[in-house]
């Protein structure tokens, strides 16, 4: 019988799961779920909308179909979106090769230095394009950058004034999301034509474009001046490619600089996933949104890579954090980091230089009708009445121009322009070319991307030996197991993955006529469909581009409700103490105050201090947030009551389901108490980590409230307000790899699919108990689909921390599960089900190898300071350095014996303390690495 989609999904097989249920003492799969969830809320309805499950080979076959019906036209609409030409060798290389886009958020350092140095080059060419001193690594997109700039500087300045300042030039979505973002944080956003300079009155801050959304290029410098001399900060969103040719904002005085960086190599995609940008001076570094890499030094003194100030993440800073962003945009940072990389300074100043040219040709030819003297890639011509039929013209030609109203047509050149299309455009025009006579743009007299990481890669032969250099350095899911409690590192078949890159997806302007997209836009309501099919809710929105946003988008569909029911009043977000930490932070993001509600001793939520918070604010109750499964990895038998006595109160029930992968096919919250969830695509639903990004986060809410998900200003079907992604429908080239996940399982596959995972969890659980004893589990000694291992005792007993014991798993070559999240000192793993049972057990027995090294350090046999678990990881270099350690290297590198690949960790531990106080954030100079 030939093997179902399921079948490669699923690890483990008949034989495989009677041994897991027999050590788990469970009778079968089916018997799984009425043991571990309780009974009210089984419901394993819903999912016969779901078509029957198909092949790999008719899963290609109908995306085939699909993206037949989508129009790839010459895209020249502009607006934050345009064509780019991704260098194959970064295609197949990056975006198409697992051990790129099967790798985690580079938590664990020491097996993650490959994409840490991806992204550290990634803020060196941000800062050295912008002319600021430190640029994070990557936001989500460019509307959302400058909602983060816009915060950042009212964090960053003393003045007491909630007035935020926008020139009116900037896109419409970027504008929409500013606004969404401002309207609960109390800030008054007035928009203004600062080309004429400042208006009256008092702002802390300002914000500005080049080249504007109409592509006018304004040189920006009094502005700033005059801005700095009111008390006002400045952030200037700024094209990357522009700034090859024009002074970047740092060199005029912005305070900010944000942006995207699609065009560096990232395919349109219809909207995303792309990587934005934020920038600062130095002295706002400790205000930066997002992830940072840094510079430090390992145990060896060597010169490593981490995140820095990770102090500022949300679980340990919760309400008190910068913003709530957890998974970003890494793949596609990395990927323009890399395009960079591959044209170096003159190839990106040609290609910028080339793509000013077409648009001067354009603009020459058109003579007295352009409207800005001053453009670099997008001309604005006036063509009074007749904008409509140019358009209609340009698009017969295969050309999409942007209609910007009834008088006025905007064209945008970018890489992929050609002479045929600038000879297009003008026929639509019915103009005649004539030779450009325009004073030049160029003004910018620094150097940028000087460093070697910019100049030595220029050949293909040396981009594809820099791209497997770096990934060999990491841990990716195509190397073994990554045990990740709460992020569900699970499969993602080559067969989800493969659309993503086809042009009827890759090549979509996200504003492109209604007519060209059918494809797309039947495949998002397919997904709207069988995701509120499977959640048990009434609307999805697919706008948000992670979990942090699908949290932000649902919350603010809450305070929206009750405003509009004249409860202004609800500002109260109660969140449990094990609550992870986006949660907190993107409640206070829409104007909530967080109240912190306990867990009893077993883990759940402790009813009667939630029933004495309810009472405490009563009327000021807006929401509660949980989890569910809790992210202690149990399913809570109250959750209906809890649910009902929030509901009671007047408040709504927010389910944050980034633990649906325990609940898929067996129970829905939307019909057991949530008002709205968001999903994480990228846990469930098979879109890989790509080392920290992209995602997809949709919300879905109840009927009631619909009305309030995400709209978009260039979306008309979507209305309006509540826009938090730039795009309308967020990451959505990415939305191929859920489909066919979808697709390919069928319902039978996807609830198979629950149950082994949690089957799995349960057979690590019994098998690491009593090694490891585990924390919490549900009434009848049952955990959900992941379990939390706890090491306190021990680590008070032996000295050894959860810290050592994760980076022992490496030099065992696995991954480290999750550290001290929800519990300090605890380890969280989740096995997923698509490993099977050999590599679980393994890990099982690494573990309980790791246990018994952890015994003889708490026997006095090795000293607490000085043993293979502290010493961990090992790199290669220490079986040729000297060594005076009472553990063999032999212990120290092959603590397993030499059967099992080996994983060789690039550096040893890494002193994260040291580099948060040498604080380097981009490329160190090359001498850093003599000797090395
Ligand atoms: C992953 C996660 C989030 C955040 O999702 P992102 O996609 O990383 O923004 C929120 N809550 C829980 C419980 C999670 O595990």
């Not at 179909?65 to 989508?70: G, I, P, Y």
């Not at 340990?316 to 960079?340: D, F, G, H, P, W």
Request: with cysteine; glycine share 8%; charged share 20%.
């Amino acid at each position: 019988m030939t093997r179902s989609f399921a079948d490669r999904h699923i690890g483990p097989d008949s034989d495989d799961l009677a041994r897991i249920l027999g050590v788990i003492g469970v009778e079968s799969l089916e018997a799984i779920a009425e043991k571990a969830l309780p009974a009210s809320i089984l419901d394993g309805s819903g999912l016969d909308v779901l078509p029957p499950a198909i092949s790999e080979h008719e899963v290609l076959a109908e995306l085939a179909a699909l993206a037949a019906t989508n129009t790839v036209a010459t895209s020249m609409i502009g607006l934050g979106y345009y064509d780019t030409l991704t260098p194959p060798v970064l295609v197949r290389g990056i975006l198409e090769n697992p051990a790129w886009y099967t790798a985690y958020t580079p938590y664990q350092p020491e097996i993650s230095q490959g994409r840490l140095e991806a992204l550290l080059n990634f803020q060196t060419m941000v800062s050295d394009l912008t002319g600021m001193e430190v640029a994070n690594s990557s936001m989500l997109d460019e509307a959302t950058a400058a909602a983060e700039a816009m915060t950042l500087l009212r964090r960053a300045n003393k003045s007491k004034s909630p007035r935020f300042l926008v020139d009116k030039d900037i896109f419409p979505q970027t504008l929409a999301v500013i606004a969404t973002r401002a309207e609960p944080l109390g800030i008054e956003v007035v928009s203004a034509d600062l080309g004429a300079g400042l208006p009256d009155g008092e702002f802390f801050g300002v914000l500005a474009q080049v080249p504007g959304a109409s592509g006018r290029v304004v040189d920006w410098t009094d502005l700033i001046a005059s801005a700095h001399e009111r008390g006002a900060l400045v952030a200037i969103g700024a094209d990357l490619l522009a700034l090859t040719l024009v002074t970047p904002p740092g060199e005029i005085g912005a305070d900010a600089c944000f942006g995207t960086t699609q065009r560096f190599g990232v395919p349109m995609g219809f909207g995303g996933p792309h990587a934005g940008y934020l920038a600062v001076r130095n002295k706002h570094a400790r205000q930066l949104p997002g992830r940072l890499v840094g510079v430090s030094v390992d145990a060896d003194g060597d010169l490593a890579y981490r995140l820095a100030l990770q102090t500022r993440e949300q679980h340990i800073r919760r309400e008190k954090a910068t913003s709530n962003i957890c998974t970003a945009q890494v793949l596609l940072a990395i990927l323009a980091a890399m395009y960079a990389s591959y044209h170096g300074a003159d190839g990106l100043k040609a290609i910028a230089r080339q793509v000013h040219r077409r648009a001067e040709e354009i603009a020459a030819a058109l003579g007295s009708a352009v409207v800005h003297e001053s453009f670099f890639d997008t001309v604005l011509v006036a063509v009074p009445g007749r904008a409509e039929g140019i358009v209609a013209d340009a698009r017969s030609r295969g050309i999409n121009l942007h209609l910007v109203d009834a008088d006025h047509v905007g064209i945008s050149c970018d890489e992929a322009t050609t002479d045929a299309h600038v000879d297009a455009v003008l026929a639509a025009f019915g103009a005649a070319r004539q030779e450009p006579t325009f004073e030049s743009i160029e003004n910018r007299t620094s150097d940028y991307l000087t460093h070697p990481a910019f100049t030595r890669h220029r050949t293909e032969t040396s981009m594809l030996r820099y791209l497997r250099a770096l990934s060999d350095k990491d841990i990716a899911l195509d190397r073994s197991m990554i045990p990740l409690g709460s992020c569900t590192m699970k499969l993602n078949a080559t067969a989800e993955m493969e659309a993503i890159t086809w042009p009827e997806f890759s090549r979509m302007h996200p504003f492109a006529p209604a007519d060209q997209v059918a494809g797309l836009r039947s495949m998002i309501q397919d997904l709207e469909t069988w995701l509120a099919a499977i959640t048990g809710y009434d609307a999805v929105s697919l706008q948000p581009n992670a979990g942090s946003q699908g949290e932000y988008a649902g919350l603010l569909a809450i305070r929206r409700y009750h405003l509009s029911r004249g409860d202004d009043h609800r500002d109260i977000c109660l969140i449990p103490s094990s609550a992870h930490g986006t949660n907190a932070a993107s409640a206070v993001m829409v104007g909530l105050r967080v109240e912190v509600v306990k867990c009893r001793p077993n883990g759940d939520v402790d009813l009667d201090d939630l029933r004495a918070k309810i009472a405490d604010h009563a009327e000021r109750l807006a929401a509660i947030m949980i989890t569910y499964p809790s992210t202690h990895g149990v399913y809570e038998h109250e959750v209906s009551e809890l649910c009902a006595a929030v509901h009671d109160a007047g408040g709504q029930v927010y389910v944050d389901g980034a633990n649906l992968n325990a609940l898929v096919g067996l129970a829905r919250p939307g019909k057991f108490g949530g008002d709205v969830s968001h999903l994480n695509l990228h846990k469930t639903f098979c879109i890989p980590h790509g080392g920290g990004g992209p995602g997809v986060g949709p919300v879905a809410v109840r009927s009631h409230l619909t009305e309030f998900l995400p709209g978009h200003p260039l979306a008309p079907e979507l209305g309006d307000e509540g826009t938090v992604s730039a795009a309308p429908y967020g990451s959505a080239s990415i939305l191929p790899i859920t489909w066919s996940y979808i697709r390919m399982m069928g319902a039978d596959g996807l609830r198979r699919a629950t149950l082994t995972a949690i089957a799995s969890a349960n057979y690590i659980a019994r098998r690491l108990d009593e090694h490891f004893p585990v924390l919490y589990t549900g009434e009848n000694g049952m955990v959900a689909h992941e379990c939390i291992l706890d090491l306190r005792e021990i680590t008070k007993r032996t000295g050894v921390t959860v810290d050592d014991v994760a980076k022992r798993l490496a030099d065992y070559g696995f991954h480290a599960p999750t550290m001290s999240f929800p519990v300090a000192g605890t380890l969280m793993v989740e096995p997923t089900e698509s490993e099977n049972l050999d590599e679980v057990d393994e890990f099982c027995e690494a573990m309980i190898a790791i246990r018994a090294e952890i015994d003889k350090v708490g026997a006095g046999d090795w000293p607490v300071d000085d043993n293979p678990l502290r010493g961990a990881p090992h790199t290669a270099g220490c079986l040729v350095a000297e060594w005076n350690h009472p553990y063999s290297r032999e212990t120290a590198v092959f603590p397993r014996g030499k059967s099992r690949p080996k994983v060789w960790p690039a550096v040893r531990r890494i002193d994260g303390a040291h580099g948060d106080r040498n604080l380097v954030c981009s490329c160190p100079p090359i001498s850093a690495f003599s000797g090395m």
